[in-house]
């Protein structure tokens, strides 16, 4: 008879995957890089030329990289959860854990925690690194709506890394989740919102951005939008967690 193991061992050894796996652990630092190391570089280069040098929105200008780093963020919480679905590992992973619902809480709760941890290293150090390129056109940390962009910036995030894990589970397949998740995120939101006039703010990285937004755009607060986000993220991962309960290992 197989003993389960307890939720922490469980918890650490999900994250021992993450650590161990070079796909994984590159995709989580790239969030960083490619936020905060864009915004900086790009602020470097037009930062003082006009006051809407990134962004006719100063403040969700200072995260001008967010749109690159967000996909780092799919792709580390699709293959954050691919791996399972390879060569017998979630066989593996059912004998030592054999409740599944236990197992993909903990799978979600090692993709959520450093993501969730990067996320605010990652916000804090583009906005304060990237204004520090700015000359007078530069927003300080006590500037109305700053904090909230800072924080905001790291939970969206962890939010599309959920959206992507979710989705993950859902259609066992990594490449897929980033094949079609990476042009949904980049253009669909665009399109959707020629089409149908204002429905494209209800997509899930228009709405989550409202929160670095300093003035709001639409129908949607900078609160509520990263909370239509959330339900995104949300409605993946319910999808994963049925998908994983219902399917053969």
């Known amino acids: 008879m197989t003993t389960?193991?307890?939720?922490?061992?469980?918890?650490?050894?999900?994250?021992?995957?993450?650590?161990s796996?070079?796909?994984?652990?590159?995709?989580?630092i790239a969030v960083f890089v490619?936020?905060?190391?864009?915004?900086?570089l790009t602020a470097a280069a037009i930062g003082t030329s006009q006051p809407g040098a990134l962004g006719e929105d100063r403040l969700l200008g200072a995260f001008f990289g967010?749109?690159?780093?967000?996909?780092?963020?799919?792709?580390?919480?699709?293959?954050?959860?691919?791996?399972?679905?390879?060569?017998?590992?979630l066989r593996v992973s059912l004998t030592a854990v054999?409740?599944?619902?236990?197992?993909?809480?903990s799978k979600v709760a090692?993709?959520?925690g450093p993501a969730f941890v990067v996320g605010q290293i990652t916000g804090l150090v583009t906005f304060t690194a990237g204004q520090a390129f700015m000359g007078e056109y530069a927003l300080a940390l006590g500037d109305?709506?700053?904090?909230?962009?800072?924080?905001?910036?790291?939970?969206?995030?962890?939010l599309i890394a959920l959206l992507s894990a979710g989705l993950t589970a859902l259609v066992r397949s990594g490449t897929l989740v980033m094949s079609l998740l990476i042009p949904f995120l980049l253009i669909v939101p665009f399109v959707v919102g020629q089409v149908a006039?204002?429905?494209?703010?209800?997509?899930?990285?228009?709405?989550?951005?409202?929160?670095m937004r300093m003035e709001a755009e639409g129908a949607l607060g900078p609160w509520t939008g990263l909370g239509v986000t959330a339900l995104w993220a949300i409605a993946a991962l319910t999808a994963g967690w049925l998908a994983l309960r219902r399917r053969d290992a």
């Open 110 to 112: 090692a993709v959520a």
């Open 21 to 28: 796996t070079r796909s994984v652990l590159a995709s989580l």
């Open 66 to 89: 967010i749109n690159f780093g967000q996909i780092a963020a799919v792709a580390f919480g699709a293959t954050a959860f691919a791996g399972e679905f390879r060569n017998g590992a």
């Open 98 to 105: 054999p409740n599944r619902t236990r197992l993909y809480l």
């Open 144 to 158: 109305p709506g700053t904090l909230r962009a800072v924080f905001g910036s790291g939970v969206y995030l962890t």
């Open 4 to 19: 389960a193991l307890p939720t922490v061992s469980v918890l650490h050894s999900e994250w021992i995957k993450i650590r």
């Open 34 to 40: 490619a936020t905060a190391g864009l915004t900086v």
């Open 197 to 211: 006039e204002g429905a494209g703010q209800f997509m899930p990285d228009r709405a989550g951005q409202a929160v």
